[in-house]
């Protein structure tokens, strides 16, 4: 039985697998370690094989929690629920000790869904294996053990499923962790920085916390990497589609989900553009709106006494200020201090002629569209984004700004998340090896 079991689950790290002998008597024991609760089979099954109070052999018979398992073509279906599997003299048994989460895990708080499941990966990296193997039960899940940190020696897992995994990706990956050579590791931002994000205008790898993200990811022939201490796992490589698609767009209609995504798209481009636009058709186009619109818009700037590009850092630094207060205070008050705050700055501002209220309205428009993206890692990305597009707006106008945008789509097109086309669009990708098989079925 365990040489099969063996094969079976070549690349999983937690089975465990044990010969017990007690006189005449050879017992053979597998079960998934992360899936299981060891104080469960060390009570029903290593405390009573080594007492011998009862014949183990009768005990197994005539207790009902011993399951006779007779098919082997069911073996891994049943240790991936959380079974133990037992073989006493050539009969197989199955005992439930599975180790179910529930309320031991945090609820989700930096990705929100109203539909998906509420908890949250768990600092605890076998906890976090039993979370995802709960949801992904195959025994195509292989799990690599690691240590990163030349003084810390963090423990680190790889999660992926070897029949849909790139193998081409996987062994750019294993290459990259075998280069790093930081002193410590203590959180998965730390890991990312060291795997190349660390000078990048836009993320390659995507940070989350939640389960359904991660078994989709391995679903999708992606790799996982975990790390102990951190509640938030790696999913490599990304897409820019993979940000910009939220989890719940899983659990709504076709045409709910294509419209979000849209709507997602327009907010990216309205709070990267709209700063830079506002200063290109102030100072240098204005016959680009009708002329009682700009008319109105002059007549707001009347008693703002600088050119508009000051305006405009004034309010970006305002917003930016607030984002940043709503993030450090406590919680319970960080969010009436800054709509507050926002509120009072604003019209104040405008009152004093400091900016124009057209400006406020930008300023929002940004500020909301931002909060749009739903992986926030990508949402800090967009928000520098506006910043260097302001530059060529105050010297060139609107042809700045095209040329600023083009040169961001270049760079876009030209990144690569480990040997993948970063820049896709629409349509989640999926490894070749999966594409192959699907055709194969078909």
């Not at 179910?100 to 949250?120: F, K, L, S, Y």
């Not at 081409?168 to 290459?175: F, G, K």
């Not at 990267?272 to 700037?301: C, D, H, K, W």
Request: with cysteine; net charge negative.
């Amino acid at each position: 039985m365990l040489n099969r079991i063996q094969t079976l689950f070549a690349e999983a790290r937690d089975l465990t697998m044990n010969r017990l002998q007690n006189g005449p008597l050879i017992v053979e024991l597998a079960y998934i370690e992360s899936l299981c609760d060891e104080s469960k089979v060390s009570d029903f099954i290593l405390v009573p094989f080594t007492k011998q109070e009862i014949p183990f052999e009768e005990m197994v018979q005539h207790d009902p929690s011993f399951i006779r398992l007779d098919d082997p073509a069911k073996w891994a279906e049943t240790l991936l629920h959380g079974f133990a599997l037992l073989q006493v003299n050539s009969r197989i048994y199955k005992l439930d000790v599975a180790r179910i989460i529930r309320n031991e895990n945090p609820q989700t708080m930096v990705e929100t869904v109203i539909m998906g499941p509420q908890i949250a990966l768990s600092e605890d990296l076998i906890d976090s294996i039993n979370i995802i193997r709960s949801r992904y039960p195959s025994e195509e899940l292989a799990i690599e053990e690691r240590t990163v940190g030349t003084q810390s020696k963090t423990r680190m897992t790889l999660v992926y499923d070897k029949h849909r995994v790139d193998a081409t990706v996987l062994s750019h990956i294993r290459a990259k962790l075998e280069r790093i050579s930081d002193p410590s590791y203590t959180a998965a931002g730390e890991l990312v920085r060291s795997l190349g994000d660390r000078y990048r205008l836009f993320p390659s790898m995507m940070i989350t916390e939640r389960p359904d993200r991660v078994c989709s990811g391995i679903g999708d022939g992606k790799v996982i990497l975990l790390l102990q201490g951190s509640m938030f796992a790696i999913i490599l490589p990304a897409t820019f589609f993979d940000f910009l698609h939220a989890i719940d767009d899983e659990y709504d209609s076709f045409w709910m989900t294509r419209t979000m995504i849209l709507l997602r798209y327009m907010a990216v481009a309205f709070t990267v553009t709209l700063p830079a636009l506002y200063v290109a058709i102030m100072s240098y186009n204005p016959e680009l709106f009708r002329v009682q619109l700009t008319f109105s818009i002059a007549g707001s700037r009347t008693a703002v006494p600088y050119p508009s590009f000051i305006e405009v850092f004034i309010m970006l630094f305002m917003i930016e200020a607030l984002i940043e207060a709503s993030v450090r205070l406590p919680k319970y008050i960080g969010s009436t201090a800054t709509t507050v705050g926002g509120l009072i700055l604003g019209q104040a501002a405008q009152q004093a002629g400091l900016v124009s209220s057209i400006m406020i309205i930008v300023t929002s428009v940004v500020a909301i569209s931002n909060f749009v993206i739903p992986v926030n890692n990508m949402s800090t990305a967009i928000r520098f984004l506006k910043y260097p597009l302001i530059v060529p707006a105050i010297f060139f106008g609107i042809s700045g700004v095209t040329i600023g945008l083009f040169c961001y789509l270049v760079y876009l097109a030209d990144l690569r998340s480990f040997g993948k086309p970063y820049f896709r669009l629409f349509g989640k990708q999926r490894s070749l090896s999966t594409d192959i098989g699907q055709v194969s079925q078909e």
